[in-house]
């Protein structure tokens, strides 16, 4: 298909009803296709947006486009459920067809208002000459799902450029405040804004949210802020991050920083730490998280990145998203854990030890495995006989160090970006990984959620083998994940 402007952006209502059955066929008989997490029904999704709780469950929306496997004229589709694992898909929420969001219903946020689901996010609108305006819309969900009352809530003040977007609601001593990501005018640089309000109608703006002494490249977006207690968390995703102020692989990195608190008055982020990467892995953005009712934080990212292709794009669809995470802070660390229902997924289970091999292995499983201090070995996931193909997990826990290397694993992904990322550990320390796999995901936590590494792989769905080398000496467990997506 050769995507035009004008085919990206033809309104859902012009495509024959034909072309969205195929594309649904295609995307659910595809061998990449994940079964426990949330993926494509068709098209390409992107960002997880309004991610909260609602009505007794848990909510979350993310950005479709659903006629192929580029971002074209974006929608939100709706998911809910009771535990974080087990999600209902409930169709398109939010469709792009008001004069604010005409070119895009883009990334935002959600929260409980009453006995409704107040919804924030940029309505992406192009004028005759093509030219951006950004405006901020909020709507209200009801019970049954129905996303009403779009209205315009504030537009980018001069000194903001178009690029202005994805607002995260928050309310806090009685206000209602708003992060949204922006580029000024002057410096063209990247920033989060602060807007404040009493009644969700009048909004005004505070200014920029001072948490780094360093320049966020040319943009930020989708910023997002956590609280703990006694600490918050701002994950957000800076675009042309000079790699002196952070290194990060990826073509743009979804940054964190941990702080003691919010000055909203100053917007100021109080005692900001250092930035770092949320996942130290290949594909990780858009990540979005929110305080629960239950005390916990969750947070879900985007598996996959902004201008790039993935090799399904060949079969019309693309991307997927995280498993939800658990977040806390302990020692001052960020960590990351599987929530509990992750475990009502395993069906079978078998012991791991010294020189395991596995064959016929189906793409859907768990590996908990313990690595005694000072070994080297390479674990292959998506093995064939002679092990010229894998994807290779390679660990030293002599020198502290943990590759995952898909350069022999199939079909090529942003090989310009480097085939492999490392993480360095303590030295001469045992070392244990949690591995998801899920057809052409995985997902790797390293030492109870201290690191967690996401990427694709695209390998030849004929190559399913899992070896252990020889000298390994691992302990652990292999356990079969049931198919409910
Ligand atoms: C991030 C992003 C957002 C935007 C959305 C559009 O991936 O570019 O800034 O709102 O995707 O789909």
Request: aromatic share 12%.
């Given at each position: 298909m050769n995507w035009t402007t004008e085919k990206r952006y033809l309104p859902y209502d012009k495509w024959p009803k034909e072309v969205l059955k195929q594309l649904q066929k295609q995307a659910a008989r595809s061998k990449y296709q994940m079964h426990y997490h949330l993926h494509p029904i068709s098209g390409l999704i992107n960002d997880p947006n309004g991610f909260s709780y609602f009505n007794g469950k848990y909510h979350l929306f993310c950005q479709s486009y659903p006629f192929g496997p580029v971002h074209g004229l974006k929608s939100w589709v709706h998911f809910k459920s009771?535990?974080?694992?087990?999600?209902?898909?409930?169709?398109?929420?939010?469709?792009p067809d008001t004069m604010a969001d005409s070119h895009g219903a883009y990334s935002g946020s959600a929260k409980t208002i009453g006995n409704k689901l107040f919804i924030m996010y940029t309505g992406n609108h192009r004028d005759k000459n093509w030219k951006r305006v950004p405006y901020q819309i909020g709507a209200w969900m009801d019970k049954n799902g129905t996303v009403q009352d779009k209205h315009i809530l504030f537009k980018n003040p001069s000194h903001i450029t178009e690029h202005f977007r994805d607002p995260q609601i928050l309310k806090e001593n009685g206000h209602y405040y708003a992060l949204v990501g922006a580029q000024d005018s002057v410096n063209k640089h990247g920033h989060i804004d602060l807007w404040q309000s009493d009644d969700l109608k009048d909004w005004h703006e505070l200014g920029f949210l001072k948490f780094s002494k360093h320049n966020m490249g040319y943009m930020i977006e989708c910023p997002n802020l956590v609280k703990f207690n006694g600490?918050?968390?701002?994950?957000?995703?800076?675009?042309?991050?000079?790699?002196?102020?952070?290194?990060?692989?990826?073509?743009?990195?979804?940054?964190?920083?941990?702080?003691?608190?919010?000055?909203?008055?100053?917007?100021k982020i109080i005692n900001s730490g250092k930035l770092k990467n949320l996942d130290d892995e290949f594909d990780v953005y858009a990540s979005q998280a929110f305080n629960a009712p239950d005390g916990k934080v969750y947070e879900i990212s985007w598996v996959g990145l902004p201008d790039t292709t993935y090799p399904t794009d060949s079969e019309n669809w693309a991307n997927c998203l995280s498993q939800v995470k658990e977040l806390t802070i302990e020692n001052g660390k960020l960590m990351q854990r599987p929530v509990p229902a992750m475990k009502s997924l395993h069906y079978d289970e078998e012991?791991?030890?010294?020189?395991?091999?596995?064959?016929?292995?189906s793409g859907q499983y768990e590996l908990k495995i313990t690595i005694p201090a000072n070994k080297q070995g390479t674990l292959h996931l998506a093995a064939n006989e002679d092990l010229s193909q894998s994807l290779q997990i390679i660990f030293d826990t002599e020198n502290g160090s943990l590759t995952l290397d898909r350069s022999k694993a199939g079909k090529p992904v942003s090989v310009k970006y480097g085939q492999s990322r490392i993480i360095k550990f303590a030295e001469k320390k045992e070392l244990k990984l949690d591995i998801f796999v899920d057809h052409s995901l995985i997902e790797i936590f390293a030492n109870d959620g201290e690191h967690v590494m996401t990427g694709r792989y695209f390998s030849n769905p004929e190559d399913q083998k899992i070896v252990l080398d020889k000298n390994s000496e691992c302990q652990g467990k292999f356990l079969k994940i049931k198919s409910i997506l």
């Open positions: 009771k535990d974080l694992v087990h999600w209902k898909y409930l169709g398109l929420a939010i469709k600490k918050v968390i701002l994950i957000f995703c800076p675009q042309g991050l000079d790699k002196k102020v952070a290194e990060y692989d990826n073509i743009y990195p979804n940054m964190y920083v941990i702080g003691d608190k919010i000055d909203w008055e100053n917007h012991k791991i030890s010294r020189d395991f091999v596995k064959n016929n292995v």
